[in-house]
């Protein structure tokens, strides 16, 4: 028997696209393809350009300017989708952000104002897009999913702060789970292995990072960006309604590994 997932008919709202390489985009794509309609968050109109240039190879998607760590900002986006949609059926959240000078060297050096950022940008998020968006989900509910990383459990030299962010990223999901389950929306992490994205790029070692996922893994190769796009696809449909409060890896099974 075949299955395909068809989301004709299904509304959702991307946070977090920055460009055609990040992993965000990658899950925006086949989303489109299934048949979604998506609408679009970019930080500032520094940032805009790039995003509206990534997302007019789906059409002329709604594209509005969110700082997700600013619940005003978020509820504004909200506003705005209630009104040209109505209810909305998913939510992707792939938000992460740590100064540069935060990633390598030690991490006991981390100050106060590279902590917050981190887990402000990273984290704390999350909390806002789920919980002002309980009026965009109709009786039927709906899906969110963040993107998380195995730094989150173990050291990844150089990701540092990062991890911590991931950490507190993945208690959140299970914690939302709880809190709106009740009103049938779920809300679930995928674990990616390391991807080419610009930002995986900046992080120091990240090219061992890679190597060591190639060789170790049990599949002995690194994930691509559909593989986690098809995750994505699998958790925001009606495949997955008995998911929720889950961290789904898609590592090409380095995780279970334990050098």
């Not at 679009?40 to 998607?61: A, D, H, Q, W």
């Not at 998020?125 to 968006?133: H, Q």
Request: glycine share 10%; charged share 20%.
């Amino acid at each position: 028997m075949t299955f395909s997932i068809d989301l004709s008919g299904k509304k959702g709202i991307i946070f977090g696209v920055a460009n055609h390489r990040s992993i965000a985009w990658g899950i925006s794509k086949i989303l489109a393809e299934a048949g979604a309609e998506l609408c679009f968050t970019y930080l500032n109109e520094r940032l805009k350009k790039p995003v509206e240039k990534t997302v007019s190879e789906i059409g002329n998607p709604l594209l509005l300017e969110c700082d997700a760590t600013d619940e005003n900002q978020v509820e504004n986006v909200y506003k705005t989708v209630k009104n040209k949609y109505g209810n909305i059926d998913f939510i992707v959240h792939c938000i992460a952000f740590a100064e540069r000078e935060d990633l390598g060297g030690n991490f006991s050096e981390t100050n106060l104002s590279g902590f917050r950022t981190a887990l402000e940008t990273s984290a704390y998020s999350l909390i806002p897009v789920v919980g002002k968006s309980i009026d965009l989900f109709g009786e039927d509910g709906g899906s969110v999913i963040t993107l998380t990383f195995d730094a989150s459990q173990r050291v990844y030299p150089g990701y540092n702060i990062m991890g911590t962010a991931k950490a507190a990223l993945e208690n959140e999901v299970r914690q939302l789970a709880v809190e709106f389950g009740g009103k049938n929306i779920r809300i679930n992490s995928i674990s990616a292995g390391p991807l080419p994205t610009l930002a995986a790029r900046s992080i120091p070692g990240f090219s061992e990072m890679n190597k060591a996922h190639r060789e170790r893994s049990p599949l002995k190769r690194n994930i691509s960006h559909d593989e986690v796009a098809k995750t994505a696809l699998f958790l925001l449909s009606d495949m997955s309604s008995g998911i929720t409060g889950a961290n789904i890896p898609v590592d090409a099974g380095y995780g279970i590994i334990a050098l």
